[in-house]
């Protein structure tokens, strides 16, 4: 936990960068960073693997990023990406739990955490239903392409960003990204299944 008020300021005031270069120096800094970026990366892991692995799941990123954090490039300000490929190698370890969320999403409708979100929309029949065509979708991709799907549509990582995050070129996430859009937009009726980030991925 950060030590006193005034490193708790300096952490709100410091960008990402900075505030694990200063970390390496005084550890409990690192907190400050899972303050920062834990309550996203728990909404997008719980997304993606449900409620029972998603604690261990941000724990062990975080984990995983205190080691790593004098290996970091610091020339990289937003650890958003760094945190995020952290996270996707372990959500990796569950591919099969994963896909049968989104099976059995697809079968039964809205899940909890997009239940707050589609308590407020008009056509919450219209919403569960592409809710449940969108997972049911999901559950059919490759492993590579939903990776990129999920990072650009429920992380809201930029195309660089989760080229960063996956080790992989930025040529690479766009023709990924084209074969996912193109596998769930039939499902969905045409839609551009990106267009669900309020719905699916953020709140």
Known sequence: ???????????????????????????????????????HLHRYVTRRLGDALSDDIVADTFLAAFRRRKGYDVTRRDARPWLYGIAANLIGKHRRTEVRCYRALARVGVDAVAETYAERVEARVSAAA??????????????????????????????????????????TVRSRLHRARKQTRTALGGVDPTAFKEELGRG
């Not at 005034?6 to 270069?21: K, M, V």
């Not at 997972?135 to 960003?161: C, F, H």
């Open 130 to 171: 592409a809710h449940r065509a969108l997972a049911g979708a999901l559950a059919k991709l490759s492993t590579g392409d939903r990776e990129v799907l999920l990072l650009i549509a429920w992380a809201d990582l930029s195309y660089e960003e989760v080229a960063d995050a996956l080790g992989i070129a930025v040529g």
């Open 1 to 39: 936990m950060i030590t006193d008020a005034h490193s708790a300021e300096t952490s709100d005031q410091t960008d990402d960068a900075e505030l694990i270069r200063r970390s390496w120096d005084d550890p409990a800094l690192f907190a400050a960073l899972f303050d920062r970026h834990a309550p």
